[in-house]
């Protein structure tokens, strides 16, 4: 029962996104889905000392108000499914503590958002939890300074690279009164074709992506006609375009329907290079733009596949290639 071929699960009782709510950095709010967000800070440290206490309290902040949004207190929440990029997922970790809810950390770098509604909308499914708030976040200054160089140096940006995304997202999951349901999730494989530039992580990502969406319409037995949108996330300008040329290679044509988070949320005066990447870009899409046309009745079915990149700086280091991932959740709009 839910098993649709060899790495998706349909649900069954069809849980519902009863919330959801986007925070983003100034930055983000100057791009192009600047009129979708429910909140754009007016700095980067929102009050905080350090950024990664910034991150920390984006994330809390998303999930308060995704709560608040979806008619629940947080008595109401039965579990917290949430991770980030930093060492031990400390934004996700801390924000926690202030819940006081059962907390369940993942990592799945920049898939995260996609992973935590696919963990989230199984439990609901099987009736072991009511509501599951599902959230990640990054912050542009803690993650430049984790994973390449100290902010104060000043490096140079390479063209291939992106920006990562100062924001949080949060959706809540549960059998309330939604017109928006997820339907079925395809879990990914760890998927490496050999890229080891820390900076290119649309061309690190792009093969997983690949092989998960090849995997759903398999498995689900669809095409890629069958979808008002398949969006990716965030495989950026240049990932995006290698992306095309895979499936296309592969038999699988994506046309018009097809966007990439990392490629919508920044304009091209913005000097982003490829677009925008980090665990809250592809939350803060899906949860400002997309679950809103879905509200409006512009996209009733999207194929949601976020994507990441699992390396480390030890890893970098050592010269390892980077490994990719990428989860799919297919979310429909009655």
């Not at 984006?58 to 060492?87: P, W």
């Not at 939890?129 to 940006?157: D, I, K, M, W």
């Not at 980090?278 to 899409?285: K, L, P």
């Amino acid at each position: 029962m839910g098993r649709m071929g060899n790495q998706t699960i349909e649900f069954l009782s069809k849980p519902k996104i009863i919330g959801n709510y986007s925070i983003v950095g100034e930055k983000e709010g100057n791009g192009n889905l600047k009129d979708y967000f429910d909140y754009v800070l007016k700095n980067d440290t929102f009050g905080e000392k350090t950024y990664e206490n910034c991150e920390r309290k984006m994330i809390e902040h998303a999930i308060l108000n995704a709560l608040d949004k979806s008619g629940l207190r947080t008595a109401d929440l039965d579990l917290l499914v949430c991770g980030d990029l930093l060492n031990q997922i400390i934004s996700s970790s801390f924000a926690a503590r202030e819940f006081d809810v059962t907390f369940l950390g993942l990592y799945g770098a920049c898939s995260t958002m996609a992973e935590a509604i696919a963990v989230g909308a199984t439990f609901v499914d099987n009736k072991y939890f009511n509501n599951v708030a599902c959230a990640t976040g990054s912050h542009f200054s803690t993650v430049e300074r984790q994973y390449r160089f100290p902010l104060e140096l000043g490096n140079q940006r390479p063209p291939v690279s992106q920006w990562t995304v100062t924001g949080a997202g949060c959706t809540v999951i549960g059998e309330g009164n939604s017109n928006i349901s997820i339907c079925n999730a395809t879990f990914g494989k760890v998927t490496d074709y050999g890229i080891n530039d820390v900076n290119n992580m649309g061309a690190a990502m792009a093969p997983a992506a690949m092989r998960t969406l090849i995997t759903h319409f398999e498995d689900t037995n669809t095409t890629p006609d069958d979808y008002d949108l398949i969006l990716t996330g965030d495989l950026g300008k240049l990932g995006s375009e290698i992306l095309l040329d895979l499936m296309e290679h592969n038999g699988y044509k994506l046309k018009d329907n097809y966007n990439d988070c990392g490629q919508m949320i920044f304009n091209n005066n913005q000097k982003t290079y490829q677009g925008g990447s980090g665990c809250g870009c592809s939350a803060v899409v899906l949860n400002s733009y997309v679950l809103k046309k879905m509200k409006e009745g512009k996209y009733k079915r999207v194929l949601f596949g976020a994507t990441g990149a699992l390396l480390s700086t030890l890893s970098s280091q050592q010269g390892n290639t980077i490994p990719g991932i990428c989860h799919a959740v297919e979310i429909r709009g009655e």
